[in-house]
């Protein structure tokens, strides 16, 4: 599925017109009507993150490089987590607590 073909589906399926949409992200209905035509693709990278958290969707996803969308990663996720033995969803969370730590850490340039 294209990038054209999956914003319409999204837009769709929130049931957003194409003016609610552009409001939502900052832009003109013409340009969503572009986008969903195949027409015109987003030149600013703001206007695609901005659209993919409208949607709660992965970048990827919108863009048509997976089919996974975010809450079908977090499904998987728990489903795996849920089947893992006690000792080792300790251990899971001990991880994810430190890549969250190191995550909010300032970088160094």
Do not use: W
Request: charged fraction near 35%; proline fraction near 4%; hydrophobic fraction near 35%.
């Amino acid at each position: 599925m294209t990038f054209s073909e999956r914003l319409r589906q999204l837009r769709q399926e929130k049931k957003m017109t194409q003016s609610h949409l552009g409001q939502a992200v900052d832009i003109s209905p013409r340009m969503i009507s572009f986008y969903e035509s195949g027409n015109h693709f987003p030149r600013d990278e703001v206007i695609l993150k901005r659209l993919a958290d409208l949607f709660e969707v992965s970048l990827d996803y919108l863009l048509g490089h997976s089919d996974l969308r975010e809450e079908a990663s977090l499904k998987k996720l728990c489903t795996t987590y849920r089947a893992l033995p006690a000792t080792d969803r300790r251990t899971v969370m001990e991880f994810m607590e430190f890549l969250a730590k190191k995550a909010d850490k300032p970088r160094r340039s």
